[in-house]
Each structure stands twice: as C-alpha cells, then as structure tokens.
C-alpha cells in the first residue's frame, strides 16, 4: 500500500502541533514520518513456518535488484502477523491512498526457493564439517572444532530461527517478538520459552545463553551433552572416509596392541621377571626422593587451605563463598605465598554480567579465569585436563578452583562424589 508523505495525511501546523518539546519539527520516525511516500507490498501465497526466512532473503534480493527498495521490518519475520491499513480521520484524506494490484501468469513458486535455499544451507554445512574435521584431526576436542567451524547465525536459521534487524525469533516463541542475541561466539536468549525448554545455560537473570555447540547439542540431541559430542566425532569425517571418532580409536587400538614376538626378548623377560611379594609396593628407600618432591607447607587461601591439598569449602547459597574465595586468592597473591599465573578458577555458576567483572579482577590482579564452553573450556573434560598436567610434569604448585563443584560431579552419587 502506498501513501502520502506526511504520516495519514496530516498538515505541517498538525504535526508541529503534536511536536514534543526539543525535538523537530517533523518526527524522523514512528507514526509520523519524514516527506516521502511509503509502501506495503502484499505478495499472496502458501508456505510454512520453516520456508519463510527463505523466501524473504529471495524476495528482498529480487525487489532489490529491480530498484523497489522496501524496507526490511521485523513485522515480515513474524508468523501470522496482522497488518492494519492506516488510520485517517476523514473522506478527504483517504483519497491520498492508493491501491495497486497486479496479478502475473507465474505464481510464486515457493517450494523451489526454498529447496534452493536449503541447497545453500547445506553447501555451508557441508564446508563448515570440513573444517571440524581438520580442527579434530589437529588435535581439537569435538566441542572446539564445532565452534570454531560453524557460527551461531549459521546454525541458528538451520534451526528455525528467524531474523529480525539485529535480533532473532526463537522457534520456540509464542509471541514473536525478537529476543535471541548473537555476539561473535556467544549468544544470549531473552524469550521465556527458551528458558522453559532449557536451552543452553541458565543466567541469574532468567536469561539463557551459550555457543554454537550448545545449539548443536539441544536441537539435534535433547540436551544430551554425550550424545552431542559423540555425534560430533561421528559426523567429521577425514580424507578416507573414515569418521574422526573412528580414526582416533584405531589409533589408541593400535597403542595399547602388544608388541609382536619378533620384538619381544623372552630371555630378558624371564631374567627381570621379580618373584611377587608385597614388598615389591614398599616405598622404603624412596625416603628423600619423596621430600625432594614434597611442597612446603603454603597457604593458598590464609588459614583453610594448604597446597597441594583438595579443601571443599560449603555453606548455603548467597552467603558469599565466591567473594570469600576470590578476596583470599587476591590477598595471598598479594603475599607473595602463590602466583598468580598458577591459579586457576573455573567460573561455572555466573551469568554473563557476573562473569565479565571476575574476567576483569583476575586480569587485574594476575590468576587465571576460565569458564565453561569459553574458549573450547569443557567442563566435562576436567578429569582429562588435569591428567595432562600430570603427565606433561606441570601439575605441580598448579592451584585449580571450582566454583560451584557441583557443575563437575554428583555429589549425592557416593561412587563420583
């Protein structure tokens, strides 16, 4: 629909009259507008919720291409939007709308735009596997390949999600206002139907948020985490067809196959063979060796806990653990009794605000801040990364604090607690 430059027909002396205090003479936006002619075009056919970001992008590049310039809104992202003609106080006025109609021989053929559409979708998934695949075969864990390969906008629209300006519509939405916001290699969520779902992470706000793994993890696998990554190494595949979850057992196969006979020396076998006898566990002997390696007795946190010692420290929610802990690490550091490029603290119960100021102190005063799903960091992994310390001999005077523990192990499981 087409109508007149200022906003239902009104003169200048009305809209200045309706000016607010301070601002021009004619509003620059909302109900009145600056001088020129607006549009709404009505392009009448059938298709589903799943089609419509693509047939938007088709049709705003055709309308585009041929000099009809129309503005993209939120309103066209919405699912059954209603559209109002505009509102004008009289007969007279009216006549400075007008209506066109055409009607061509080709109807919009809705299901080839998108099936070409859904080509190029996976054309890109297809490059973005590629590269998890070499990030794996490099070394990276499944979740960092995946969030290094694919982006957030990339899989967020495979999943249904609808662009809106700057935002996102969650297919979960019910009132299709935009909610889902993407910063580089994060996102956050707004809508409360993401949140009653469980997408992602929870912030203390009520917000969710997360990275393209987590994405990958709820859509595809319900959440399940395992599944999710065990997926991920199933779907990268190498060079010779083999996927990367398939190439790494072959290789820790291979590693734990014993030696053939013809490397095998029998006879030194026999001769270095010991007769069993409990005292072959004996660590008699291994006296000053043992105090070589033995560290100091060192305050990590002044008074409750030492090096080299596990301190679990518990009280209820809110009664300041966290400010406690961090304020001793900061004063011990202070002291001189640790360094703080040794100090690890893995931040697994903030949301993003919170995160951000103890990115910031721990910046400030030198220790190391490290959360899930930041930088390739798997909670999950804990166990694993902290075997690779001690294997690689850099384990020792290393400080590692978990904030909250329950993020890394069930602690009403008698066997994992």
Request: net charge positive; proline share 3%.
């Amino acid at each position: 629909m087409r109508y007149g430059s200022f906003s239902n027909g009104a003169t200048r002396a009305e809209l200045a009259a309706k000016t607010k205090p301070g601002k021009p003479e004619i509003d620059t936006g909302g109900a009145y507008g600056r001088d020129f002619y607006k549009y709404r075009v009505v392009i009448f056919c059938t298709y589903s919720r799943e089609q419509l970001p693509a047939l938007l992008d088709y049709l705003f590049k055709e309308l585009h291409q041929a000099g009809v310039m129309l503005a993209d809104v939120k309103e066209q992202h919405t699912w059954s939007q209603p559209w109002y003609f505009p509102r004008v106080p009289d007969a007279h006025r009216r006549q400075l709308f007008t209506f066109k109609s055409h009607t061509g021989n080709k109807e919009l053929d809705v299901d080839g735009i998108y099936s070409v559409w859904k080509a190029e979708q996976d054309k890109l998934k297809a490059a973005s596997i590629q590269r998890a695949t070499a990030l794996m075969v490099q070394g990276k864990t499944a979740l960092q390949a995946c969030n290094e390969a694919f982006t957030i906008q990339q899989l967020a629209v495979s999943y249904g999600f609808v662009k809106s300006g700057k935002k996102y519509i969650s297919p979960h939405s019910e009132s299709g206002h935009a909610q889902f916001l993407i910063n580089g290699k994060r996102w956050t969520s707004f809508h409360g139907s993401d949140a009653e779902v469980g997408l992602g992470n929870a912030g203390k706000n009520g917000e969710r948020f997360g990275d393209a793994f987590d994405l990958f993890c709820f859509f595809e696998h319900g959440n399940d985490r395992n599944a999710a990554l065990k997926a991920a190494g199933d779907m990268f595949r190498t060079s010779d067809g083999k996927t990367v979850n398939e190439k790494q057992q072959k290789e820790w196969r291979a590693a734990q196959e014993p030696k053939s006979p013809v490397d095998i020396d029998v006879d030194a076998i026999i001769r270095n063979r010991k007769k069993f006898s409990m005292k072959n566990f004996s660590l008699n002997g291994q006296s000053q060796d043992m105090k070589k390696r033995m560290l100091a007795d060192r305050y990590v946190l002044d008074r409750i806990a030492i090096l080299g010692q596990a301190t679990t420290i518990y009280a209820k929610p809110n009664t300041g653990k966290t400010l406690l802990v961090i304020w001793m690490i900061i004063e011990s550091i202070k002291a001189g009794r640790i360094t703080g490029e040794n100090v690890f603290y893995i931040n697994a119960d903030d949301d993003y605000k919170g995160l951000v100021y103890k990115v910031g102190l721990a910046e400030k005063y030198g220790f190391q801040m490290l959360a899930p799903s930041h930088n390739g960091f798997d909670s999950a992994s804990l166990q694993g990364y902290m075997q690779q310390l001690i294997s690689n001999g850099t384990a020792r005077n290393t400080v590692m604090i978990l904030d909250t523990l329950k993020k890394f192990t069930d602690l009403m499981d008698k066997k994992k607690g």
